[in-house]
C-alpha cells in the first residue's frame, strides 16, 4: 500500500542529522521529500506546490510549527500533517492548535513507527489518473443541511483519502455510527470489511480476546482459536463504538496496537500485523474523564487525530423537516403505509425537544408511519403518538426483567383482567424480549429472525416499530 510512486512530503525539519534520517528511509519507500528547515522556507514550499503529507518539527529559528498550522491548514487544508516534538508542552499546544488532522510523534521516535505513518497518510492517495472523483456531498447517506451537519460533511470528505485515524462525538442517537459508515463506504478502503465493536458491551475480562482474538488453551472456555475484530477488519475499518467506557486495562493494550499497528492474540506468541484504519466515537465527554484519570491521555491523542462532533438535534432544528421526510420514505420503501406530514405537523416537531436526536426522531416518524390515522399527518396525530409516550404512556410498561416471572403470575392471577389491559400489556412484554433475543440470535437480521419466530416478515416490522425494538442495536457487523 505504500509502494505509490512518488508521493511528495513536505519536511519541516532544523535538525539537518534527523531530517538526512527521514529523506532516507522515505525514500526506500519512494517517497520523495521536500527538506525545509524554518517556517519561512515551509510556506514558500507549500505556495509553491502542493505536497501529500507534511512533517514538522515544532521549534524553528523562526518561530511555532504548531502554533502556525493554522495558516498552513488555509493553504493546505486535506494535507494530513504529522508533528515531530521534543516539547512536552505538546499537551497544550495541540489544544491551542486548531488543526484539523495529525499525528504526532514526540522524539526520539520510532523510525519504522514514523515511516508508517507517513504511509499510511498517502496511502488513500491514488494514482492521479486512476483517481476516483471527489464524492459528491449529496451522495452521503446523511441527511441534514444546516451549518453544523455541513461541516461534519466537509470533515468527512477530508478523510476519505488518507488512513487517519477519525474520533466521532455527540450525544447519543446523533449519527456517530453512521459517519463512520459513511466515511467507511466513500473512502478507499470501502472494498474491505467494517468491524463495528462496542467495547463497552463486552464483559472487561473478555475485551482483549474479542479486539485481538485468542489461541486454542488461552484460558477456559477458549476451546478453539478465534480471530479478533483487529483481525477481522484487516485492509479495512475497525470502528470502535463507545470508546469512553472502555475499562482501563483494554485502553493500554489498545494503544499499544495503535502504536505498533501490531496485535498479538491472547495467548499467542507471535506478534501479527494488521491494516487497519481505525474510527472511535463516543458519546461521553472525553475531557473530564481524562482528567480524572479514567480515560487514557495519551490514547485520546492517538485517537483524535481527526475530531469530528456531532451537534444534538436540538441544535439544528432546521435538519428536522427534511429528517422526518427522508424516514417516511424510508418508512414507505420498507413497505409501510406512504404518508406526508402537514406544515403544522412539521411545526410540532421542530419544537419537540428530541433528547434522543436523530434515533429518537426516527423511531417516532416510523411509529407515526405505522399508527397514523390518515395518509397526511397532522399535528393531533404527532401529539397521540409521540407527545402522549413521552409522557409515558407507552406499549410496554412492563420490562421483562427482573421480576418479569413475578409480573406474569400476578396477572394470571388476576380474576378479571381489567378491560383486557393485562392480556395486551402481558403480550406485549412477552413479545418485546422474544423479538429482541431473535434479533440478537440472527445479528440483526430481520429475514432470518423472522424466520426463527415461524412469522411473517412484514408482521416482524411492524411489531419492530409498534413494540419500539431498536433492530440497530443488534445489526453489529462481524
Ligand atoms: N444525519 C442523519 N441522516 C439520516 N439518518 C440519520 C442521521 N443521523 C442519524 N441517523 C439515524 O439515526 C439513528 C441513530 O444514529 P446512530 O446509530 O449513528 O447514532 P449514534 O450517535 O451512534 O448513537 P449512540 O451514541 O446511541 O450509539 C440511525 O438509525 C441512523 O441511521
Ligand atoms: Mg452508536
Redesign the pocket.
Given at each position: 500500500m505504500s509502494k505509490r510512486n512518488a508521493a511528495c512530503v513536505l519536511l519541516v525539519e532544523d535538525d539537518s542529522a534527523i531530517a538526512t534520517v527521514i529523506e532516507a528511509a522515505l525514500a526506500d519507500e519512494g517517497l520523495s521529500t521536500t527538506r525545509v528547515a524554518s517556517l519561512a522556507a515551509r510556506d514558500a514550499a507549500l505556495a509553491k506546490q502542493p505536497f501529500d503529507v507534511m512533517l514538522t518539527d515544532v521549534i524553528l529559528e523562526d518561530g511555532d510549527g504548531l502554533a502556525t498550522l493554522a495558516s498552513v491548514r488555509r493553504e493546505a487544508p486535506i494535507m494530513p500533517i504529522i508533528v515531530l516534538s521534543a516539547q512536552n508542552t505538546l499537551d497544550t499546544a495541540v489544544r491551542a492548535s486548531d488543526s484539523e488532522a495529525f499525528e504526532y510523534f514526540p522524539k526520539p521516535f520510532d523510525l519504522d513507527e514514523l515511516v508508517q505513518a507517513v504511509c499510511r497518510a498517502v496511502g488513500g492517495r491514488g494514482e492521479p489518473e486512476e483517481a476516483a472523483p471527489e464524492p459528491e456531498v449529496e451522495s452521503l447517506?446523511?441527511?441534514?443541511r444546516s451549518p453544523a451537519?455541513q461541516s461534519?460533511y466537509r470533515m468527512i470528505t477530508r478523510v476519505l483519502r488518507n488512513d487517519l485515524t477519525v474520533l466521532?462525538t455527540?450525544?447519543?442517537?446523533?449519527?456517530?455510527?453512521?459517519?463512520?459508515?459513511a466515511i467507511h463506504q466513500l473512502g478507499s478502503r470501502r472494498t474491505g470489511p467494517f468491524v463495528a465493536v462496542?467495547t463497552a458491551a463486552i464483559p472487561a475480562n473478555l475485551i482483549e480476546s474479542e479486539l485481538f482474538g485468542h489461541e486454542k488453551g488461552a484460558f477456559t472456555g477458549a476451546i478453539a482459536q478465534a480471530i479478533g475484530k483487529f483481525e477481522q477488519a484487516n485492509g479495512g475499518t475497525l470502528f470502535l463504538?463507545?470508546i469512553g467506557d472502555m475499562p482501563a486495562e483494554a485502553q493500554t493494550r489498545l494503544l499499544r496496537a495503535l502504536q505498533s499497528g501490531r496485535i498479538r492474540r491472547v495467548g499467542g506468541r507471535q506478534e501479527i500485523e494488521v491494516d487497519v484504519r481505525i474510527i472511535a466515537?463516543?458519546?461521553r465527554d472525553l475531557e473530564p474523564l481524562i482528567a480524572s484519570g479514567a480515560f487514557r491521555q495519551d490514547l485520546f491523542y492517538r485517537l483524535n487525530v481527526v475530531p469530528i462532533a456531532?451537534p444534538p438535534l436540538r441544535e439544528r432544528r432546521e435538519?428536522i423537516e427534511v429528517?422526518a421526510n427522508?424516514?417516511l420514505a424510508l418508512a414507505a420503501e420498507e413497505g409501510l403505509p406512504r404518508r406526508t406530514l402537514a406544515p403544522d405537523a412539521i411545526a410540532t416537531l421542530e419544537e419537540l425537544p428530541w433528547r434522543?436526536?436523530?434515533?429518537e426522531?426516527?423511531n417516532a416518524i416510523y411509529r407515526l408511519a405505522v399508527m397514523a390515522r390518515d395518509d397526511v399527518i397532522e399535528t393531533s396525530q404527532i401529539e397521540d403518538v409521540i407527545v402522549a409516550e413521552a409522557k409515558g404512556a407507552s406499549l410496554d410498561p412492563f420490562e421483562f426483567e427482573p421480576g418479569f416471572e413475578a409480573a406474569l403470575a400476578h396477572w394470571l392471577d388476576q380474576e378479571e383482567p381489567a378491560h383486557g389491559t393485562v392480556y395486551h400489556s402481558a403480550l406485549a412484554a412477552f413479545e418485546k424480549p422474544l423479538i429482541e433475543h431473535a434479533l440478537s440470535e440472527t445479528r440483526g437480521n430481520q429475514l432470518r429472525a423472522a424466520k426463527l419466530l415461524g412469522i411473517n416478515r412484514n408482521t416482524l416490522r411492524k411489531r419492530i416499530v409498534e413494540l419500539r425494538v431498536e433492530p440497530?442495536r443488534f445489526s453489529r457487523t462481524s
Open positions: 447517506p446523511l441527511v441534514g451537519m461534519v466521532v455527540g450525544e447519543s442517537g446523533t449519527g456517530k455510527e453512521l459517519v463512520a459508515e462496542n463504538d463507545e466515537a463516543t458519546n456531532l435538519d429528517l427522508h424516514f434522543g436526536n436523530v434515533r426522531l426516527r440497530d
